[in-house]
């Protein structure tokens, strides 16, 4: 069976500081990956998303960065935080076809203080 | 703009029914999405209706009218750890998923 990790679940990290969120998949192969942040009373937004190793498309120009190493690992950077970072962010898989649903990691909480 | 609406918060007794609604305005459709999320934890897989109509499983249903750019999702004999934001998301014509806010859902006894 599929399995997502993403770690770690809580950070907090002074402004200026930099980060590095991982996620990994497990039991799938050539899936599609995301990064979503989700903000207080808002919706999921899309930060970045990867149809293979290399391939990233961002949505949102921010301070942030994606990397794809290997075909199961997907990492979220930025080389210096804002107080706007602050947020719960998730990692997502799916299978690469068009609309399929989503399978989610548990998140991780970032306070940028 | 690309715009999904549903109600912020609702309230329902346990053991009731209750329905959550979900407008949208998108660029194309390609189908609707409905997942459950707990407070700090991931977003889960409730349904998908691509087609208008009812779609059920179990004590949840979910309802699509694409020509109202509606849904809802219906929820029955409602227990206490249905307490949760659900999230509506449409899937547009470039297969990207346009998220709503999410309807908080308080289960009182």
Not at chain 2, 1 to 29: H, K, L, R, W
Request: some cysteine; proline content about 4%; aromatic content about 12%.
């Amino acid at each position: 069976s599929q399995t997502i990790h993403q770690w770690p679940a809580t950070l907090v990290q002074p402004v200026g500081s930099p980060l590095s969120l991982e996620c990994t998949v497990e039991g799938t192969s050539n899936p599609n990956l995301y990064w979503y942040r989700q903000a207080a009373g808002r919706g999921l937004q899309l930060l970045f998303y990867s149809v293979g190793i290399g391939q990233i498309s961002s949505e949102v120009p921010q301070n942030l960065s994606a990397s794809r190493p290997q075909d199961r690992q997907f990492i979220l950077s930025s080389k210096k935080l804002l107080l706007s970072d602050s947020g719960f962010y998730l990692c997502a898989w799916s299978v690469l076809s068009g609309n399929e649903k989503l399978f989610f990691g548990s998140g991780t909480q970032l306070s940028v203080l | 703009g690309q715009n999904i609406d549903q109600p912020t918060e609702m309230t329902a007794t346990e053991g009731a029914i209750v329905q959550i609604n979900c407008t949208y305005q998108t660029s194309g459709f390609n189908g609707l999405f409905w997942y459950q999320q707990h407070a700090g934890e991931a977003p889960t897989f409730l349904s998908y209706n691509v087609l208008d109509g009812l779609e059920e499983k179990g004590r949840f249903s979910s309802f699509l009218s694409r020509s109202k750019g509606y849904s809802y999702l219906l929820l029955k004999e409602l227990q206490m750890k249905d307490s949760a934001s659900y999230l509506c998301a449409v899937m547009d014509s470039n297969y990207q998923l346009i998220w709503g806010a999410g309807t908080k859902l308080i289960i009182k006894p």
